[in-house]
């Protein structure tokens, strides 16, 4: 067990660009969950997925924001035609169907600055 | 809606004295609660959680909460501070089976020598 992985841990990119976020979940886990943290905030929930399915999406996640998770294993997160306010850091955790009321495992999260 | 609201985004307090963090929820249904810590560019680790079962929940790192319904509160609270405790605190409530969790705008405790 090698915890929650992300990547990259920061993004730079200038407004108007495209980037995309990879998580990697605890291997064992079936549902994968992204959060928004910005800045003095607590995090804010933008989606889960339970396998491949995406389940829920927040009204946060614009159509600018896309995510997948293809296999069921790793997800990404893309973000097009970056703005400012999308200046976070996303969070993403993993937990076994039916045990997310022992708490999630989270990663370190991707710090992006859109400049 | 459930939601919570931490009072205090700034607590202070001496090395080995008391660390009280304070949570108070809103939710319609029986909660889950949880507290997690946070340090500087890091993700969140979960300190200890309230699911129904004692009222009086033990965690890591010597940090305990008690689950007051008549109180809607779920405080965080350690005998004795440690240097090592300074870091940022997010209380959450689960909803949807915990399946989305509702974070609080987080406490920041600093540890003074």
């Known amino acids: 067990d090698t915890g929650v992985s992300q990547d990259p841990r920061h993004k730079i990119t200038k407004r108007g660009q495209n980037v995309t976020f990879r998580c990697d979940p605890i291997?064992?886990?079936?549902?994968l969950y992204w959060y928004r943290q910005t800045l003095g905030q607590g995090p804010e929930f933008l989606t889960y997925?339970?396998?491949?399915?995406?389940?829920?999406k927040s009204r946060l996640l614009s159509d600018r924001f896309s995510a997948e998770r293809p296999k069921g294993s790793f997800s990404t997160l893309e973000i097009q035609r970056t703005e400012q306010g999308d200046s976070a850091m996303y969070l993403c955790?993993?937990?076994?169907?039916?045990?997310?009321?022992?708490?999630?495992?989270f990663g370190s999260g991707t710090r992006l600055t859109v400049v | 809606a459930q939601s919570v609201t931490q009072l205090g985004s700034h607590v202070s307090v001496s090395e080995g004295a008391l660390v009280l963090l304070r949570c108070n929820y809103s939710?319609?249904?029986?909660?889950?609660l949880f507290w997690y810590v946070q340090y500087p560019n890091q993700g969140l680790q979960l300190l200890l959680k309230?699911?129904?079962?004692?009222?009086l929940v033990k965690g890591i790192n010597g940090f305990e909460a008690e689950f007051k319904k008549s109180e809607t509160s779920f405080h965080l609270t350690k005998p004795s501070a440690h240097m090592s405790d300074a870091a940022e605190y997010f209380c959450?409530?689960?909803?949807?089976?915990?399946?989305?969790?509702?974070f609080g705008q987080g406490t920041r405790l600093t540890i003074n020598p």
């Open positions: 955790a993993s937990s076994l169907d039916g045990q997310a009321t022992r708490g999630y495992t």
């Open positions: 291997s064992e886990h079936n549902r």
């Open positions: 997925f339970q396998n491949e399915a995406q389940l829920e």
């Open positions: 939710s319609s249904v029986p909660p889950y």
């Open positions: 309230y699911t129904s079962a004692a009222t």
């Open positions: 959450a409530v689960g909803i949807q089976g915990a399946q989305k969790l509702v």
